[in-house]
């Protein structure tokens, strides 16, 4: 297996980042709140132009 330090990608444009990731499969960890706002699915688009299979959890409680 292979763990890597955490890396933060942010601004205009971070979203296509994801699309050059190398891997098989992401999980993605959020609340109900940001899935209904659209923006996993906005990541999940991404994550398929790369070929990256993956899967939602959403049962984290929102962070007030």
């Known amino acids: 297996m292979f ?3 955490p890396f933060t990608v942010f601004g205009d444009d971070s979203l296509q980042y994801l699309n ?3 891997g098989k ?4 960890v959020t609340d109900a709140n940001i899935v209904k706002l ?3 699915e906005m990541v999940r688009a991404e994550l398929k132009v790369a070929n990256i299979e993956c899967k939602v959890f959403d049962g984290v409680e929102p962070d007030p």
């Open 20 to 22: 050059t990731i190398k």
């Open 38 to 40: 659209g923006l996993v």
């Open 25 to 28: 499969r992401a999980f993605i």
């Open 3 to 5: 763990f890597g330090v």
